[in-house]
């Protein structure tokens, strides 16, 4: 017996997000999601979850907002307590994410303050673990940019804030995280395609992304012996809180308006792969790995 069919058309969820250009619009850092125009899509409904991490516990840095804050609610989805860590300007995003990681069942921690700072890092994860009881999951995902013409504009400062948040704050927290990790445990880094290619105006954002590949690589040979995996996921241009506070508004609306799909990505459609690299049973034979996500394009492959 056939079934009828439908006479309602449904999209996809590729089809139903928002298209370039983009609003035109500025914030001033770090950036507020829930000011965004249209805010970043990180819910993903046709996401089902099938307890793929049920019973470990998570810590995100950049977590509130953009990436991170999808990434927290699908770990929770799928089972995980999740801990995020974000500047206190970033306070109101921080709640927003915690309420809706404890909607998908998971108890919630939040850690306002800075990676650049070790001994910031090292209290986070402590405080992770004394709340949870364990630590299986870490995902460096903290990030500044700072858009800039010319090396010549690039002062020390915004130098070396961009590298103590971008490299040294990943390498704190694996150091911090590694104390209190067993087997089976997990680290997930967010590079980016600038990291692979380069890019003419994000110089210093560029060389720490692709330190974070190199130290991905680098990490994973030195754990894999104690079967702790280490990988990467490299985006391309997404629409959250990380653009708007760096470009001009202009700029922000043509914002990943040059990738094959002719928008920028959502972070729902960014955050499954961090599911999958944090899940042994997806991916228990994988470490070192740098997956890129560029709708569309294929140069860095």
């Not at 500025?26 to 979850?49: C, D, H, N, V, W």
């Not at 990943?170 to 590079?191: C, D, P, Q, W």
């Not at 740098?290 to 709708?295: M, Q, V």
């Amino acid at each position: 017996m056939s079934k009828k069919k439908s006479s309602a058309k449904t999209k996809t969820q590729q089809q139903d997000q928002p298209k370039s250009p983009m609003p035109a619009q500025k914030q001033s850092r770090p950036g507020i999601e829930a000011k965004m125009t249209p805010r970043p899509e990180f819910l993903a409904p046709e996401y089902k979850g099938s307890g793929k991490l049920q019973g470990k516990a998570a810590i995100i840095t950049g977590g509130d907002s953009g990436i991170g804050r999808s990434v927290a609610v699908l770990y929770a989805r799928e089972g995980a307590n999740v801990a995020i860590v974000y500047l206190p300007a970033e306070e109101k995003d921080a709640k927003e994410t915690a309420k809706h990681i404890e909607m998908e069942g998971g108890k919630s921690l939040l850690l306002p303050g800075d990676v650049k700072d070790s001994k910031f890092c090292k209290k986070a994860v402590e405080k992770t673990v004394k709340e949870f009881g364990k630590l299986n999951i870490l995902v460096n995902n903290a990030a500044f940019q700072k858009h800039q013409k010319s090396i010549e504009d690039i002062t020390d400062a915004q130098l070396e804030k961009t590298f103590q948040t971008n490299t040294f704050g990943y390498f704190y927290m694996a150091r911090a995280a590694l104390k209190h990790f067993k087997e089976g445990s997990v680290i997930v880094n967010t590079g980016s395609i600038t990291g692979l290619e380069g890019s003419k105006e994000l110089l210093d954002y560029s060389a720490t992304k692709g330190a974070i590949h190199a130290f991905t690589k680098s990490l994973a040979q030195q754990l894999a012996e104690k079967n702790i995996r280490v990988n990467c996921v490299s985006p391309g241009p997404v629409w959250t809180p990380l653009n708007v506070a760096d470009k001009e508004p202009k700029e922000v609306a043509k914002h990943g308006a040059d990738t094959p799909m002719k928008r920028p990505a959502q972070p729902e459609e960014i955050a499954p792969a961090f599911v999958f690299f944090a899940s042994d049973a997806d991916s228990s034979y994988i470490t070192g790995e740098i997956l890129t996500i560029l709708g569309g394009e294929t140069r860095a492959a």
